[in-house]
């Protein structure tokens, strides 16, 4: 499995990004996909994620502001980020899950990054205050 990130790069804050993950070997319709991020010096947190079923779940920090959505036919995950903050600059890592089909809907399962077994290389977000 390989994931290949994309669309990062610098931005003012209260602009928009939009960054995309194209995903191959596995599908993006049966397996759940995150996005994670990590700043300087803090560890890798979770941000958004969506489940085969449709289900999205959002870190309370980006919830209203970012939208995880995927394009089956292109095997692609995005994440459109708005009102960017400048605490939101970090690398940002897909990431797609190990469970073909999760029945699970727990949200606490798709924000743990032990649910996910492959990753892209990471986009770095610059948000300049």
């Known amino acids: 499995v390989q994931l290949q990130a994309s669309g990062g790069g610098l931005v003012q804050a209260g602009g928009s990004l939009r960054l995309s993950c194209v995903v191959s070997r596995r599908s993006v319709s049966d397996y759940a996909v995150g996005w994670f991020r990590q700043a300087p010096g803090k560890e890798r947190e979770f941000v958004a994620a969506k489940r085969p079923g449709g289900n999205t779940y959002y870190a309370d920090s980006v919830n209203g502001r970012f939208t995880i959505s995927r394009d089956n036919a292109k095997n692609t995950v995005y994440l459109q980020m708005d009102s960017l903050k400048f605490e939101d600059m970090a690398v940002y890592y897909c990431?797609?899950?190990?469970?073909?089909?999760?029945?699970?809907?727990?949200?606490?399962?798709?924000?743990?990054?032990?649910?996910?077994?492959?990753w892209g290389q990471g986009t770095q977000v610059t948000v300049s205050s």
């Open positions: 990431a797609i899950g190990v469970r073909f089909r999760p029945a699970i809907r727990d949200g606490d399962y798709y924000s743990d990054r032990k649910s996910y077994d492959a």
